[in-house]
């Protein structure tokens, strides 16, 4: 508290002061003993003055009137502010040409590059530093170090260096808000597992009506609005006839009876069944199956010829067919949600770690387009062994979600979350809540196995609930289903991340694996000596997976791949020193 004291300046203070120091003000023994700072008035500061707002239609104070702006006026008013000089285009920024902008003449902002530069303030001391490890500056002419940029570094011989990977393109944003975006592979497949597709788009709905209205054979193999060819390129054709398949010719009594075989449907179990009234997703639709008993995979199939078989154009690719990832014996860092970002999987990757994932991405927020939820899919250039981790409740959600990143994203294999302990995941279905519905998990790992040539990965925990594991009973048979990797997490999702992880129910999991499955333990990974012992106790399992460890002890990866108990602090900075230099220089 403040308070003003009886003034003790010389006699020549302004008369103002002497006049505003009156006897009734308290003195400042006596402002102390209230526990008021006293302040001599001189160093006080007269409160600001703040006028009444003005309503509108009356007169203020000049006398005039206050004129009320129209939108369309205000609209005109930022048009014209955009299309100042400061407000450069951000491509003409970047490539210093005004050739470079897509819209051109229409473009909102201005191109006039001298008019900018000659109202540009003065660079800043220094040098670019993108300019000065040889990077082509994405700031360009609006860098506050222009004067340092190299002449002749252009976009086209600019070496590859720092980038990042798996931005989210303007134009693939605008088909998911508008719901747009071709799913073909995926709304196929689920129509073939005999699923009910839920969120069907637009395109898909336009396409199909096309089918039913057109009974070309032609035009019946179109799909969301592409040609024939063009979806025999991007999906592999099956030309060799199946004896299950064929038609069967009643010639007995001169009726052709084609009988076709359905895809058999997934069998429900008691849960499932339940689900049907509540939600309706995820689960089979046998009328839907009556409907298109004419489909075979999603297309047409012509019946002039009575001798003929029906033929597979889209088949599901086999699991040697996919690209291999070894994760035998491979430092993996765990994708660790809100820390395991981009900056610190590459520190981590500067210490030692040979395989990285991407924070847990919500499917639904992927298929709508969120930017924040895209920022998760981010790769950088050092991370040459990739992977993103997505989420979600549904087959066709998650098959959806996963032709999607595999069109637009550099990845090197996709992991689904089926272990997330977070209540808000849990109640929507998806995370640890799908280790009770073991059909559920079947059809999500074929749907999302059948769209992507990438190898598919699960990650889930022992159980739901502590002292009832249910990880053991999907092991056997996930990698028939499509699956090339299974992470188990030795905790259930009601311990969370109390007590030890049950690493003897890991290694019983893993001598049911098949030979061909990559099994990977998780949970207490602080060391070398933690890791070398889960390798060397069950050979079943190819790597283990460090998460807590890498934020207790970042430098456990550096630990673990030159096996020492701890690396010193002086011998870990000129290591993350010289990873640095020799990452610049190349």
Request: hydrophobic residues 30%; contains cysteine; proline residues 5%.
């Amino acid at each position: 508290m403040a308070a003003t004291a009886p003034a003790t300046d010389p006699p020549d203070s302004s008369p103002a002061i002497a006049t505003a120091s009156s006897p009734s003000l308290p003195t400042a023994e006596e402002l102390v003993a209230r526990a008021v700072a006293p302040v001599k008035p001189v160093f006080l500061c007269p409160p600001p003055v703040r006028e009444a707002p003005k309503e509108e239609g009356k007169v203020g104070g000049s006398g005039v009137k206050s004129e009320k702006k129209s939108k369309r006026q205000i609209r005109r008013e930022r048009q014209q502010e955009k299309k100042s000089t400061s407000h450069l285009c951000i491509e003409v920024g970047k490539r210093g040409s005004v050739d470079a902008c897509k819209y051109g003449a229409s473009c909102r902002f201005s191109h006039d590059i001298s008019a900018y530069l000659a109202q540009k303030p003065a660079d800043l001391e220094g040098t670019c530093p993108f300019a000065g490890s040889g990077i082509l500056c994405p700031y360009g002419l609006t860098c506050r170090y222009f004067s340092t940029h190299k002449d002749n570094l252009s976009p086209e011989n600019c070496p590859e260096g720092n980038r990042e990977l798996n931005t989210l393109n303007k134009d693939t944003q605008k088909l998911l808000w508008k719901n747009k975006y071709d799913f073909s592979k995926a709304s196929t497949q689920i129509k073939l597992l005999g699923l009910k597709d839920i969120k069907k788009n637009k395109v898909n709905a336009t396409s199909d009506e096309q089918k039913a209205d057109n009974n070309c054979t032609d035009k019946s193999c179109e799909l969301n609005g592409r040609d024939k060819c063009e979806s025999r390129c991007c999906l592999s054709v099956n030309v060799e006839p199946e004896s299950t398949l064929c038609k069967e010719t009643d010639s007995s009594n001169g009726v052709n009876s084609e009988q076709f075989v359905e895809p058999r449907p997934l069998k429900k179990s008691k849960v499932e069944a339940d689900e049907t009234k509540n939600l309706g997703a995820g689960i089979h639709d046998n009328e839907a199956e009556s409907e298109d008993h004419k489909l075979s995979n999603g297309f047409e199939v012509p019946s002039n010829n009575q001798s003929s078989c029906r033929v597979d154009l889209i088949t599901t690719p086999h699991l040697r067919e996919k690209k291999i990832v070894d994760f035998r014996e491979k430092l993996y860092l765990a994708p660790l949600t809100t820390v395991g970002n981009l900056p610190f999987r590459r520190l981590c990757k500067t210490l030692g770690a040979d395989i990285t994932c991407g924070e847990m991405a919500m499917c639904s927020n992927l298929l709508q387009g969120q930017a924040s939820e895209w920022a998760l899919l981010r790769r950088h250039s050092s991370e040459d062994l990739f992977g993103v981790q997505i989420c979600g409740p549904y087959p066709d959600t998650i098959a959806r979600t996963v032709e999607l990143v595999d069109n637009e994203c550099s990845v090197d294999f996709i992991d689904i979350n089926m272990g997330c302990p977070i209540d808000i995941v849990v109640n929507k279905g998806a995370g640890s809540s799908l280790l009770t519905k073991p059909m559920r998990i079947k059809s999500i790992v074929q749907a999302a196995s059948a769209v992507t040539e990438r190898p598919l990965t699960v990650k889930v925990r022992t159980a739901l609930f502590e002292g009832r594991n249910r990880a053991d009973s999907i092991v056997s048979d996930i990698y028939d289903w499509g699956a090339s990797a299974l992470t188990i997490h030795g905790r259930s999702r009601q311990q969370r991340y109390s007590k030890l992880a049950d690493w003897d129910y890991i290694y019983q999991c893993a001598q049911k694996a098949p030979d061909n499955l990559h099994v990977i333990g998780n949970g207490d990974v602080f060391s070398f000596t933690d890791w070398n012992k889960h390798l060397s106790d069950c050979s079943k399992i190819s790597t283990c997976m460090i998460a807590r460890g890498a934020l207790i002890k970042m430098h456990s990866t550096l630990a673990c791949c030159s096996q020492q108990h701890d690396v010193p602090a002086w011998q870990l900075w000129q290591f993350v020193l010289s990873q640095s230099a020799s990452e610049q220089l190349s």
